[in-house]
Nanobody
């Protein structure tokens, strides 16, 4: 079991920036990691993921404004959000996974005001 705790969510004005982070309770070196988000009434969507080797993959319309990174030594995943808009309002979830396991945090809420 890997417990995951996200932080950094909150209220931000349109055009602003926000930094999300999550920390895992165990070594994450053998896991891919990602951020997903779920807006009210919508399905969960990929924001970005960073694989074991460091390759990053971004969801549709996410690259450029969002930057994902990881720190294996600290067991942490980060998401830097820039130029946010009300459409970015959602609960953001940290995901730690490999072919055998799939762990999720409880989410951190991001609200972007216009």
């Amino acid at each position: 079991q890997v417990d995951i705790v996200e932080s950094g969510g909150g209220l931000v004005h349109s055009g602003g920036s926000l930094n999300l982070s999550c920390v895992a309770s165990r070594n994450i070196i053998n896991y891919d990691m990602g951020w997903w988000r779920q807006a009210p009434g919508e399905r969960r969507k990929l924001v970005a993921k960073v694989l074991i080797g460091g390759k990053t993959i971004y969801g549709d319309s996410m690259e450029g404004r969002f930057t994902i990174s990881r720190d294996n030594a600290k067991r942490m995943l980060f998401l830097r959000m820039r130029s946010v808009s009300p459409e970015d309002t959602a609960v953001y979830y940290c995901n730690v996974y490999n072919p055998y396991y799939d762990f999720w945090g409880q989410g951190t809420r991001v609200t972007v005001s216009s």
